[in-house]
Nanobody, 123 residues
């Protein structure tokens, strides 16, 4: 069992940065792949980034590549999403998710989910 709690969301202006955190509980955190997904109003939840258990493998959606960076600190049971050069289209609820296995991009492949944190980017 992995419990996930996101934080760090807020309202920022376009071009600015924000860092999200996801604190996890559970003894198997260090063995799980962690992912960040987001959901804009009226749209389906979509993949943003994922990182494997060691941090040595990361994957990004094309829409965030070069602007977002995912990282993890297994000693703190925390995964981060550094978001730079934010755009209004990055607005949405950001969810942290966990799975055991590879760095997949599909929502259905993740077993554990946080409650989400709102990110709003104004133009």
């Amino acid at each position: 069992q992995v419990l996930l709690v996101e934080s760090g969301g807020g309202l920022v202006q376009s071009g600015n940065a924000l860092r999200l955190s996801c604190a996890a509980s559970g003894r198997t955190f260090s063995t799980h792949v962690l992912g960040w997904f987001r959901q804009a109003p009226g749209k389906e939840r979509e993949f943003a980034a994922a990182i494997n258990w060691s941090g040595g493998t990361t994957r990004y959606a094309d829409s965030v590549k070069g602007r977002f960076t995912i990282s993890r600190d297994n000693a703190k049971n925390t995964v981060y999403l550094q978001m730079n050069s934010l755009k209004p289209e990055d607005t949405g609820v950001y969810y942290c998710a966990a799975r055991y296995g590879g760095t997949r991009t599909e929502v259905s492949e993740y077993n554990y989910w946080g409650q989400g944190t709102q990110v709003t980017v104004s133009s």
